[in-house]
């Protein structure tokens, strides 16, 4: 049983259009992650954030942003979408204490 | 800095073949190791982990050593199914504050088990 949800599991859009991406968890951690994933499988971390209010950069450069107004909800918007942002992007959480990571479904988003 | 390096994939195995996914890390200080598994079309779930040096993480018949004298933690399966095919991730995380404690990957081993 899934403890942190991603939708939409899959999201084919067209160039231009501003999409956000869902990612709530029920644990009350309060760290979260943004991980894009490339077809050649390795995990890229763009975005993070330790708590509400609270958001960073990872080390892929993104043009993408985040918030986190609640605790349970982090959200990943393109104001502009592109091909190149063609990806699989999973959400990820971990809480004080927490050994590694729980990780969401995922989207995979493909931008024509 | 950290890192983590796999073996490179694919790897192809009959069912109940031996496998080995080496894994090995640099960290500075002493990290705690996991494997993650990634089935098609999904998330990583977590699929082992060891916090101390010499601890032996198990879970669905994986195993792997936390082996600090040669920095390493390889995964390893007696006799694989064609269900265990999927992508394995080995990653580390230090105990501390902040962006110590984020995960570290590498960069994933696509395994396939043929019937």
């Known amino acids: 049983e899934a403890d942190i949800y991603q939708t939409p599991r899959y999201l084919v859009i067209g160039t231009g259009k501003k999409i956000t991406l869902e990612c709530s968890q029920t644990?009350?951690?309060?760290?979260m992650y943004w991980y894009q994933q490339d077809p050649g499988m390795e995990l890229h971390l763009i975005h993070y954030s330790y708590g509400v209010n609270s958001t960073e950069k990872g080390d892929l450069s993104s043009e993408s942003t985040v918030s986190r107004i609640r605790t349970e909800h982090f959200p990943l918007t393109l104001e502009s979408a592109r091909p190149s942002h063609t990806s699989q992007y999973l959400c990820?959480?971990?809480?004080?204490?927490?050994?590694?990571?729980?990780f969401g479904s995922g989207t995979r988003l493909t931008v024509v | 800095g950290n890192s983590v390096t796999q073996m490179e994939g694919p790897v192809t195995l009959s069912e109940e073949a031996f496998l080995t996914i080496n894994c090995t890390y640099t960290a500075t200080g002493y990290p705690s190791l996991f494997w993650y598994v990634q089935y098609p079309g999904e998330g990583l779930q977590l699929l082992l982990k060891?916090?101390?040096?010499?601890d032996k993480g198990s879970n669905k018949g994986f195993e792997a050593t936390y082996r600090k004298e040669t920095t390493s933690f390889h995964l390893e399966k007696g006799s694989v199914q064609v269900s265990d095919s999927a992508v394995y991730f080995c990653?580390?995380?230090?105990?501390?504050?902040?962006?110590?404690?984020?995960?570290?990957f590498g960069s994933g081993t696509q395994l396939t088990v043929l019937p």
């Open positions: 990820a959480s971990s809480g004080q204490g927490a050994y590694g990571y729980t």
């Open positions: 990653a580390l995380t230090l105990m501390g504050r902040g962006s110590a404690r984020q995960l570290t």
């Open positions: 644990m009350g951690h309060d760290k």
């Open positions: 060891a916090t101390k040096a010499d």
